[in-house]
């Protein structure tokens, strides 16, 4: 054991991912940094996952398993954080799998660079094709600039999993209970509180398209409305720190995404009104004119329809 290097502890979620929970664990039990705690939340599996899990708690003092009633992903993410006792916490999902050195690379790169959270590339699985997904070349950011590219969502994504943070970052803070896209709704939090963050153009994590992902599951109407909920908290919460200066662009563009999958899946009148009230309320107007016209003409066309 390396007790010559802090804990990491690295939380796992699970819940009914038997199909690919095997392979997860594996990498984490075979990784070159030695000095970590897996924290596994069974979050009430129907399916064999908490046979694999104990199976591994009895192979590996390392993994810690902890059973709940299924409360949903954000419930077990806060579980796992409340039991965390490592400087430094990571998260991997329980139907995804790492290159054996991650942490090893992901903590190295956080003391070369005194950085408060490090983030590595990842390898994207979709259908057979494994994808090298563009990332942030080797760099280190300030607080503002990471926020920035954080707010974008293109190369710094607001994934919880390829990303390896010092522990206190999440103090008195929480995910949003029975709310998916929890980590939209909480990872700028985290990055704000941070002096320093490095990027690593290294792609370290495997990212599986499973049939159980929120991100890519038939459309949900509850889904839409939990992304539009984390994005205008993200939008107001960066025009009151004066960033993201053109934030009203990319807001816009989602409503208005979202609002075409809503005709196109033949959503309930009041939902549509419920998304329209909000387009309306929580776009800064002037902003939008000044960086993108024709969105706010295509924005000012939607509201006059509707009406």
């Known amino acids: 054991m390396e007790t010559d290097k802090p804990l990491i502890s690295i939380i796992v979620p699970v819940y009914n991912t038997e199909e690919y929970l095997k392979t997860c664990l594996e990498s984490l039990r075979l990784q070159t940094y030695k000095n970590l705690e897996f924290i596994i939340v069974n979050d009430g599996s129907t399916d064999k996952s908490l046979d694999i899990c104990k199976k591994y708690v009895s192979i590996d003092n390392r993994f810690k398993l902890i059973n709940q009633e299924n409360k949903g992903r954000a419930a077990a993410r806060n579980t796992g954080i409340s039991k965390v006792s490592g400087e430094y916490t990571g998260f991997v999902d329980s139907d995804d799998w790492i290159e054996k050195d ?105 990212y599986i398209i499973s049939t159980g992902s929120v991100s890519h599951s038939k459309f949900k109407i509850k889904d839409k409305l939990d992304y539009l909920e984390a994005i205008n908290e993200q939008y107001h919460w960066a025009e009151s720190q004066g960033l993201w200066e053109k934030s009203s662009v990319l807001l816009t563009r989602k409503y208005l995404s979202i609002l075409k999958d809503c005709y196109k899946n033949n959503v309930d009148k009041e939902h549509i009104k419920y998304i329209l009230k909000m387009l309306k309320q929580n776009i800064n107007t002037k902003k939008l004119w000044k960086y993108a016209p024709y969105l706010a003409i295509r924005r000012t066309i939607r509201l006059l329809i509707s009406k």
């Open 102 to 206: 991650m942490f090893e690379h992901l903590y190295d790169t956080c003391i070369k660079t005194k950085s408060d959270i490090v983030q590595c590339s990842y390898f994207y699985h979709k259908n057979g094709e494994i994808l090298d997904m563009p990332s942030v070349p080797d760099s280190i950011c300030t607080r503002d600039e990471a926020l920035e590219l954080l707010f974008q969502d293109k190369l710094v994504k607001n994934f919880l999993f390829n990303k390896l943070f010092k522990a206190e970052l999440f103090e008195e803070i929480t995910f949003p209970v029975g709310k998916n896209f929890e980590d939209v709704a909480v990872l700028y939090k985290v990055f704000a509180k941070a002096n320093k963050i490095a990027f690593s153009s290294k792609p370290m994590y495997h």
